[in-house]
């Protein structure tokens, strides 16, 4: 018998890709380290590498830009495979299921953490890394793993409120799996090197596609396949799948009249420009907090990456506290602040309590994300879930990876005269999701009543 259960999937996909990621930037450092510098990297002598260095043009510099350099590369051969496939299997999903926007992306991980694996394992050349991360970006990404699972809980929950806070439960199970794997990989990477912590993580990804296979339920029964032509005939084709998320996508904005088209609209630019300050403003942390005057090592990056759970956790219990007592533009509203003040304190932080110190702003920063989500769910009819959810991913997918490549450029521009130039810029973009956010919130009340028809009648097309 299966599971309507999909957070434990979350859950073990957060620990198993964060057991990972954290490490890639730190291999990709030491690498550069080495083809740059011609010596071994001092894993344990941070002064030799984050000495008091009078010029500009330090090896720790050019190490710096090299690898901001190495992820804008990554990024960008990555991004557009990835955006074409989310945007495809999430609003496909309304005809075909769920399941399998959440399988492959599964298997698209797994098969860069085994590119990963044997590129450390063999010292293969470096910018392989690159040509993997393309290959695993034509299965889907993060974007569409999450743009499925949510698609699947909307199914299962009529409740506004209880799909608000079951997708802030997403988040926070994101967080926290993601926190305990940080932490445990700044130990598991010194004590066992890195091969080790890529073998479990391929592993852990194992285990989990077999339990989305084979243990948990789909909520989207496909329908049947179209009876024979007449007289016996072949049946007649289906609909190419391209075509048929092209119209699903299509008929988000066209049914019903223009009436919810201008509040979903500004509501997908809200939360696409979100994703944008908050992914790239956060994007060069660990390349900050190894850079002086911070000097971090493995353990202090793991212990910072640890910290941010607190951020997850705090604004799950924002997000549940909150809701019984503001209106959910006030609660974005709380987060995009929090968002803010958090960027503005890592551009000044320059020691090591002030770096940890830095969660304490962002608190509620991660809030913005599944009210928003549950915001535009509530707009649109139950047949069009996945189509919703393709625009929401391919907007999120699309604001990560530009915001990433750009911030990555940037970052290696400004690195040598101000570090947190970078983190300064992106807490000023957090103004545009706020303005945003005023426009949907000004032209929705007056179309609420209008609208209802169209929240209750979840078979109309």
């Not at 993601?178 to 010194?190: D, E, T």
């Not at 979903?264 to 190894?290: K, R």
């Not at 940890?356 to 928003?372: G, K, S, Y």
């Amino acid at each position: 018998m299966g599971l309507y259960l999909v957070e434990p999937v979350v859950a073990v996909y957060a620990f198993a890709g964060f057991l990972m990621y954290p490490l890639v930037q730190q291999y990709v450092y030491r690498r550069l380290w080495e083809e740059l510098t011609n010596s071994t990297y001092p894993a344990e002598d941070q002064g030799s590498r984050c000495g008091n260095h009078s010029n500009h043009s330090s090896p720790h510099e050019d190490v710096q830009r090299a690898a901001s350099l190495f992820s804008l590369y990554s990024e960008l051969f990555s991004m557009i495979p990835s955006l074409v496939v989310t945007l495809v299997l999430v609003a496909y999903s309304d005809h075909r299921g769920r399941k399998i926007t959440i399988v492959l992306p599964l298997v698209g991980t797994l098969v860069y953490g085994v590119s990963f694996l044997a590129i450390s394992f063999f010292r293969l050349n470096l910018y392989l890394l690159i040509v993997s991360n393309f290959v695993s970006s034509l299965f889907g990404g993060l974007a569409t793993f999450l743009g499925g699972c949510f698609a699947y809980i909307a199914d299962l929950c009529a409740d506004g409120k209880r799909r608000t806070l079951r997708m802030a439960g997403v988040d926070m199970v994101i967080g926290l799996l993601s926190g305990v794997s940080s932490l445990c990989s700044g130990y598991f990477l010194r004590a066992a090197g890195f091969n080790w912590p890529f073998l479990t993580s391929v592993l852990i990804l194992s285990a989990n596609l077999l339990y989305v296979v084979l243990v948990l339920e789909e909520t989207v029964v496909a329908p049947p396949d179209p009876p024979p032509g007449p007289e016996g005939g072949p049946s007649p084709p289906r609909r190419w799948p391209v075509l048929r998320t092209a119209r699903s996508v299509y008929g988000l904005f066209a049914t019903d009249g223009r009436r919810r088209n201008a509040p979903l609209v500004l509501l997908l630019f809200t939360i696409a420009s979100y994703v944008f300050a908050n992914m790239g403003g956060l994007s060069s942390v660990t390349l900050y907090e190894l850079k002086e005057p911070l000097c971090w090592n493995e353990i202090l990056i793991g212990y910072g990456s640890a910290l941010s759970t607190v951020v997850f956790l705090s604004s799950f219990v924002g997000v549940t506290l909150l809701s019984r007592c503001l209106p959910n533009p006030a609660i974005v509203f709380i987060g995009l602040l929090s968002v803010m003040a958090g960027l503005v304190m890592i551009a000044f932080a320059e020691t090591t309590l002030m770096m940890f110190l830095v969660r304490i702003p962002m608190l509620l920063a991660i809030m913005p994300a599944p009210v928003l989500r549950s915001m535009m769910s509530e707009i649109v009819s139950k047949s069009e879930q996945g189509a919703l959810f393709a625009c929401v991913a391919f907007l999120e997918n699309l604001s990560s990876n530009v915001a990433i490549a750009v911030f990555s450029s940037l970052y290696a521009a400004t690195v040598v005269w101000f570090p947190g130039f970078t983190f300064l810029l992106a807490a000023g973009l957090c103004l545009v999701p706020m303005g945003l956010l005023c426009a949907a919130v000004f032209i929705s009340p007056d179309e609420a009543k209008e609208a209802e028809p169209i929240l209750s009648s979840p078979e109309e097309s």
